[in-house]
């Protein structure tokens, strides 16, 4: 129904800059709120940053002001710019979509996840 393939993950010095995308395809009517979620070695999957229909956004502390959302509703797809990285950005990186796939019918669905290493 609705299928999503990251991209744009990679190692990266501390300081560095990072974008990832994500696009869904399939079949559906619309898509809805959009979102990065990451998780670390040993850690629960956390909220990153999320992006609504009308392009409202919301972002966790420990990365406003670095990083940013956005999306082009025409191609179905979110970005994530990420700048400033740290050590601790270091993670796998998820995006979540709400997917419309009837009328009234939302559900979620996850990206495979791309690795994001943040080394020197």
């Known amino acids: 129904q609705v299928q999503l393939v990251e991209s744009g993950g990679g190692l990266v010095q501390p300081g560095g800059s990072l974008r990832l995308s994500c696009a869904a395809s399939?079949?559906?009517?619309?898509?809805?709120?959009m979102g990065w979620y990451r998780q670390a070695p040993g850690q629960q999957r956390e909220l990153v940053a999320v992006?609504?229909?009308?392009?409202?956004?919301n972002y966790v502390d420990f990365v406003k002001g670095r990083f940013t959302i956005s999306r082009d509703s025409a191609k179905n797809t979110v970005y994530l710019q990420m700048n400033s990285l740290k050590f601790e950005d270091t993670a796998v990186y998820y995006c979540?979509?709400?997917?419309?796939?009837?009328?009234?019918?939302?559900?979620?669905?996850w990206g495979q996840g791309t690795q994001v290493t943040v080394s020197s």
């Open positions: 979540k979509v709400q997917g419309e796939v009837a009328p009234n019918q939302v559900y979620n669905y």
């Open positions: 399939g079949s559906f009517f619309s898509i809805k709120t």
């Open positions: 992006i609504t229909s009308s392009g409202n956004t």
